[in-house]
């Protein structure tokens, strides 16, 4: 296991809707988009006091709706050295946060950069130009890109006519995301020099090798336990000199 990936976390608390689900899909699921943030002092006490112990790196997923919001949020994590590094979410499915473009996310990266010097990961949003995104977070500071973020998805309850989550959108995960992910790393990988971790819809290490023959450096699993059972199983024999590539969970 590379680093465990916990959040995201805004500044303030606050709620995106009910939290209903998830909904099985075809090939997937859709889940809430985060209904409950708790909020910077809560996940302090809830969170990350809980993993001053981790046996490996705690890496801190952090959403913002503008640069000096970011700003001020990670100055509030600076103080916990237990927190390894630190991921930028930028776009969410349900649209809490404007649609990011270049410029955008050249800002929000640029404000992260100056209130920490831990690693600083960037997770790209599935719309738009993404290769343009990743270019601009790259120039700008981050020493790692993610790609990508949950892809946005609706189901309607049929028998009750109405939509089958509280949050109405939701983020889809699983099988069904996965050539869409691996396209948007190819494309990544061919943009940027900084390493790109894989993500999206991987379920197991074949899956995850799809993500490493496409240029990324690691990859990153929803589920915990498929994260071990993947890094498990990509781990080199022992007497082999090669190193197994980082896996992530969160």
């Known amino acids: 296991m590379g680093a465990v990936c916990v959040g995201p976390v805004s500044l303030r608390p606050r709620s995106r809707g009910s939290a209903t689900g998830p909904v099985v899909t075809p090939s997937g699921t ?14 302090i006490e809830a969170v990350l006091v809980s993993l001053q112990r981790a046996p490996c790196a705690v890496v801190a997923r952090v959403f913002a709706t503008c640069p000096e919001e970011l700003r001020a949020l990670i100055s509030g994590l600076e103080r916990w050295e237990r927190v ?25 990266v640029a404000a992260a950069r100056r209130a920490t010097r831990r690693p600083l990961l960037v997770e790209l949003p599935p719309d738009g130009d993404v290769s343009a995104v990743a270019r601009a977070a790259e120039e700008e500071g981050a020493d790692a890109l993610v790609a990508v973020g949950p892809f946005a998805g609706v189901a309607f309850d049929t028998a009750a006519r109405r939509p089958a989550l509280g949050t109405v959108i939701g983020a889809l995960s699983g099988p069904a995301i996965r050539p869409l992910a ?25 899956d995850a090798r799809e993500f490493l023959l496409a240029g990324a450096s690691a990859v990153r699993t929803d589920c915990l336990f498929t994260a071990a059972r993947i890094a498990r199983e990509l781990s080199p024999p022992a007497d082999s000199p090669a190193r197994p590539p980082p896996v992530l969970c969160g």
């Open 182 to 206: 691996l396209r948007r790393v190819l494309s990544v990988v061919r943009s940027v020099r900084v390493p790109v971790v894989g993500a999206g819809g991987i379920e197991s290490s074949e």
């Open 30 to 43: 859709l889940a809430s988009c985060g209904a409950v943030d708790v909020g910077l002092e809560q996940f």
């Open 84 to 108: 390894d590094g630190l991921e930028i979410e930028l776009g969410s499915p349900d649209g809490a946060q404007p649609g990011i473009n270049p410029l955008l996310a050249a800002r929000m």
